[in-house]
């Protein structure tokens, strides 16, 4: 099966642009997270999606950052604008459900946000 | 919230040696364990987990020990090979509340030959 897809691998752009990010999860994983990984660190959740609900957007800094997932698949992560310290890895991922009994979390590969 | 220690952040073995690599957990609540292995430049990968109910469980040289009562639980991999480097994380959650999967802060496993 296809694991979760994200787009773009790699995105440069200058302080204070936007930036997107698109992520389509497995088949049928009702659960999507967006993570952000700093460099040398370990993911840290920023929005969590129970079908199209944000059940978990605590970590999300709201003033910069927004996500949507209207019809409970793909999703997009958006940063308008962005600032230097946006620069990480900004990790998908989907799970069937809440992590309960045999579910588990599965990875994007990532997209590589670099802000000069 | 929870919080998860890992220990150490680096770690080089000879190979054919073996590696554990342990976390700590502080919400005693938490009853699902994943480990991840992340190679350079790519997504982190689910090599094995555990949940509260079980002590123990390996997979050919991976196996993870959880001692609920300390709140730690370990990695170790036992023959290592040079394509066991990597850095793994550790994490943990309480499912029953549906919160975050808190992640630990990694550590790199060098396999030296």
Same mark, same amino acid.
């Given at each position: 099966e296809a694991g979760v897809v994200q787009s773009p691998r790699y995105k440069i752009i200058e302080k204070k642009q936007p930036v997107a990010f698109w992520c389509n999860p497995i088949s049928g994983h009702n659960t999507l997270y967006w993570y952000r990984q700093n460099l040398g660190q370990g993911p840290e959740l920023l929005i969590r999606y129970e079908n199209e609900e944000a059940? !978990?957007?605590?970590?999300?800094?709201k003033d910069r950052f927004s996500a949507e997932r209207l019809k409970g698949v793909d999703s997009t992560l958006k940063i308008q604008? %962005? *600032? $230097?310290? !946006?620069s990480a890895v900004y990790l998908c991922a989907s799970s069937?459900? %809440? $992590? %309960? =009994? +045999?579910e588990k979390l599965f990875f994007g590969s990532g997209t590589q946000l670099s802000v000069l | 919230g929870e919080n998860v220690e890992q220990h150490p952040s680096t770690l080089s073995v000879q190979e054919g040696d073996s590696a554990v690599i342990k976390c700590t957990y #502080?919400? #005693?609540? #938490? +009853?699902y364990f994943p480990w991840y292995k992340q190679e350079l430049g790519k997504r982190p990968q689910l090599i094995i987990d555990i949940r509260s109910n079980v002590g123990e469980k390996k997979d050919q040289r991976i196996a993870v020990t959880l001692n609920k009562t300390a709140k730690h639980f370990s990695l170790h991999i036992t023959e =290592?090979?040079? *394509? !066991?480097s990597a850095v793994y994380f550790c994490a943990a959650i309480n499912t029953g509340t549906a919160s975050k999967l808190t992640f630990g802060t990694g550590t790199r496993l060098q396999v030296t030959l």
């Open positions: 059940v !978990d957007d605590s970590q999300l800094p604008p %962005a *600032e $230097l310290g !946006d069937p459900g %809440a $992590l %309960a =009994t +045999n | #502080s919400d #005693s609540a #938490s +009853n =290592t090979q040079p *394509e !066991d």
